[in-house]
């Protein structure tokens, strides 16, 4: 597919797209309304001030431009949604008790110590699983594993942290 770098015929595009992007609004915001006032709004923003550079798919264009719209007013909408500032005397303390943090601390603890004590391999998998959020089925990827000895590595990690647990809980 060529890119276009022509000035965009704004009315064209926006005969063309609107109904696509608010639809795609609506799926993302609060209310019909706020779709249809955010719609006008990336137009709006497009008259301004033009895209520069080369834009090969206008209408994905659009729908980027329009989804980071959508998470910005959603952002806002929480924000102001707070209420009162005289209500924050109702929302309770959420910092956690002296006992929680050393709880916490323990139970860190007890994972470092499992990490250092298990195999390269097993620990790779969890930290790839449990820190940075990858799937199974990409850890077997990256490692040359079938699926299911991922998940048995896994499942021993798992099960020897179990124990340390209860043990510390007994």
Known sequence: ???????????????????????????RVSSKEAAADLTQDLFLR????????????????????AGNLAINHNKRERLI???????????????PSPERILLSRQELDIVASVLAEIPP??????ILSRLEGWTFDAIGKRLGMPLKTVYGQMARVLTRLQLRFDALNA
């Open 121 to 126: 391999i097993q620990r790779e998998i969890f």
């Open 46 to 65: 497009l008259l301004i001030k033009q895209p520069t550079g080369m834009v090969s798919d206008r209408k994905s264009y659009l729908l980027k431009a």
């Open 1 to 27: 597919m060529r890119a276009l770098s022509v000035a965009w015929d704004l009315q064209d595009l926006f005969r063309r797209h609107s109904g696509d992007v608010n639809r795609y609004l609506q799926r």
């Open 81 to 95: 949604s707070f209420g009162d500032p005289s209500d924050l005397d109702q929302v309770a303390d959420d910092t």
